[in-house]
Every structure is written in structure tokens, then in C-alpha cells.
């Protein structure tokens, strides 16, 4: 189950990463929109943190995208 986890974190991490550049937003950005430290936003998608679904999904909703979005193989 443990590798498991570690995959689904490494995949959102990924994820939202490339969906930021995608919707044209700099982690600076994305950070203000989301009300989030430039430098958390920047740990979430560097992986060191686990983040909790309430924000997965602020994060999402701040580029338009469902939660689901963010954690697709």
C-alpha cells in the first residue's frame, strides 16, 4: 500500500505541475491565487509535502480542473 501512496502522491505532484505551466501560471502565481506561501507551492509539487483534499482541490479549482484531474495515471 505504501508504494502505492508514494506513486499517487508522485503522479499529482507531476500533475499539477504541469497543469501550472499549462494554464500559463508561474508557482508565484498560483500561489497567490490559492492564498498559499510561494514556497509551499513549491514543496507540494516537489513532493515534500502530503497534502490534504481540501487543498488538492483549491489548488485544482485555481486552474480550472477537478481534483480528479490532478490525480490521473
Known sequence: MGAY???VRTR???????ARRQSGLT????????G???????RVEWGK???PLDTMARLAFAM??????????
Open 5 to 7: 501512496c508514494d506513486e
Open 12 to 18: 499529482f505532484c507531476h500533475n499539477l505541475a504541469n
Open 27 to 34: 508557482q508565484e502565481a498560483l500561489a497567490e491565487r490559492v
Open 36 to 42: 498559499f506561501s510561494l514556497q509551499y507551492v513549491q
Open 49 to 51: 509535502h502530503r497534502v
Open 64 to 73: 480550472d480542473l477537478d481534483c480528479v484531474d490532478l490525480l490521473k495515471m
